[in-house]
């Protein structure tokens, strides 16, 4: 992901539509947080192998 661009882009919503600044802000928060949980997942499922493989 381009952060530079994401915030450039942030910037003139919260400038043009401030009204649509949070909304925009808010879906973006949201969207993190469902791809932590989902990290969060994939660590635990590696973890869980790794042990389950080093034991076997």
């Given at each position: 992901m381009?952060?530079?661009l994401l915030g450039k882009a942030l910037g003139e919503i919260a400038e043009e539509r401030p009204e649509?600044?949070?909304f925009a802000l808010?879906?973006?928060i949201q969207k993190a947080e469902k791809q932590?949980?989902?990290a969060d997942i994939l660590l635990r499922?590696?973890?869980i192998?790794?042990?389950v493989t080093?034991?076997?």
């Open positions: 381009d952060f530079p649509d600044f949070d808010d879906s973006l932590i949980e989902q499922e590696y973890l192998l790794t042990i080093t034991v076997a």
